[in-house]
DNA sequence: GTCTATAAATCGATAGAC
DNA sequence: GTCTATCGATTTATAGAC
């Protein structure tokens, strides 16, 4: 893994505003947007329920930013992962960068938990106005990965017959589900079963680029 | 297509009951269970909120009817397609088999629009005794699938190094995930892309079982 | 930056007439 | 089986003290 340059930095305590988006995450993660109230997530952070309006102007702006931040973590994974490819000496296996994107993904979902969870079960039944304001950088992270799997194909590496656009939200829908049922188990070494994010990553990668027949 | 003997039966006007579940099932796939009020629903079949109490005891029970009929639409197209498959006398390509069942769930999702559309978008930030009352139904269509793959990993058609349960849970998730960006055009040809359901069901079916690699 | 207090609207649900 | 009327609780949001 790389470590950036400010890879180094002191474990703050999270301030106000941070620590209410991080409630208001997990429970907007769990009970969707509309069966959250702003008392829950006051409560959760144990201040009243008037100070959330000292950080945010509306409960709409407030899950907008969390969808906004899952966004972010998500496309910085990608681009990190552009970046250390591209300064890699060795040849680029097609399939090794796939698993690399994948997991990069994966790991933003799973580590950064309710931020980017949010963006996938909580998303579809947002508020329109919500939507409106989240999808324009939903769609940039998705344009990389167009980019990504059109140069696959320019490279002729990819089933010519594919539809590049069709297969990248297959793709993408596919990984994302997996927030649904897999959870990682860091420290089980119970069964030969994918445990750790990285198992499920090379599953997945292989799934996808040789499908499920012998 | 297969004719079921029940095909010829009168088109009946929807009695009060359903038109609730039907507008019902709208609102709640499009704004989630905690947005969506009783006063919508009511307003939207044009009757009094209080009417509705007479068809349910509460709004966590009429939710709950709604996921099971999405599930019980979805297991019934599986169960055909098992059934058509089984009186059939040519023999039984595991390809042709696989896609058979993608475009049976593929309709049900997009034809029985609502009721199953909600089973994938609503679901997941559902209250808890909501997800409750319906889990061991939809465990019941997983477990179909489950059967249906193994089947064909006991006769070799499959990759040895797979997980037959996983494999299920990322299918299931790739092809539910088709909800959130496909919308089919019954009538529409200006394009080469997939329009039908019936394209959509192909294109699934053999980036399944190839993958996207060429 | 967090608090108390409260406004104004909406919620699920009930009672009872017809 | 649908209505009118309404209860009691809860909602988002605001005003203003500290």
């Given at each position: 893994?790389?470590?950036?340059?400010?890879?180094?930095?002191?474990?703050?305590?999270?301030?106000?505003?941070?620590?209410?988006?991080?409630?208001?995450?997990?429970?907007?993660?769990?009970?969707?947007?509309?069966?959250?109230?702003?008392?829950?997530?006051?409560?959760?952070?144990?201040?009243?329920?008037?100070?959330?309006?000292?950080?945010?102007?509306?409960?709409?702006?407030?899950?907008?930013?969390?969808?906004?931040?899952?966004?972010?973590?998500?496309?910085?994974?990608?681009?990190?992962?552009?970046?250390?490819?591209?300064?890699?000496?060795?040849?680029?296996?097609?399939?090794?960068?796939?698993?690399?994107?994948?997991?990069?993904?994966?790991?933003?979902?799973?580590?950064?938990?309710?931020?980017?969870?949010?963006?996938?079960?909580?998303?579809?039944?947002?508020?329109?106005?919500?939507?409106?304001?989240?999808?324009?950088?939903?769609?940039?992270?998705?344009?990389?990965?167009?980019?990504?799997?059109?140069?696959?194909?320019?490279?002729?590496?990819?089933?010519?017959?594919?539809?590049?656009?069709?297969?990248?939200?297959?793709?993408?829908?596919?990984?994302?589900?997996?927030?649904?049922?897999?959870?990682?188990k860091?420290?089980s070494?119970?069964k030969?079963d994918a445990q750790s994010?990285?198992d499920?990553?090379?599953?997945?990668?292989?799934?996808?680029?040789?499908?499920?027949?012998?």
């Open positions: 893994m790389s470590v950036s340059t400010s890879q180094v930095k002191l474990r703050v305590l999270p301030s106000g505003r941070t620590r209410i988006l991080d409630e208001a995450a997990k429970l907007f993660l769990s009970g969707g947007y509309g069966d959250t109230s702003l008392r829950d997530i006051a409560s959760a952070v144990g201040i009243q329920p008037a100070s959330i309006y000292h950080h945010f102007h509306s409960k709409e702006e407030l899950f907008t930013e969390i969808l906004r931040i899952g966004v972010e973590h998500t496309t910085r994974a990608f681009d990190e992962v552009t970046e250390t490819l591209a300064t890699t000496l060795r040849s680029l296996d097609p399939q090794e960068t796939l698993l690399a994107h994948i997991e990069a993904h994966l790991i933003a979902l799973f580590e950064h938990g309710p931020y980017t969870a949010a963006n996938i079960v909580a998303f579809p039944v947002a508020p329109e106005a919500v939507k409106s304001a989240v999808v324009p950088i939903r769609d940039q992270y998705e344009q990389r990965w167009d980019t990504l799997l059109q140069s696959l194909a320019t490279s002729g590496l990819l089933d010519p017959n594919l539809d590049v656009r069709m297969a990248r939200r297959i793709l993408l829908g596919s990984i994302n589900s997996t927030i649904e049922w897999f959870t990682p860091q420290y070494r119970k030969k994010v990285n499920l990553a090379n599953v997945m990668t292989t799934l996808v680029w040789k499908g499920i027949a012998r």
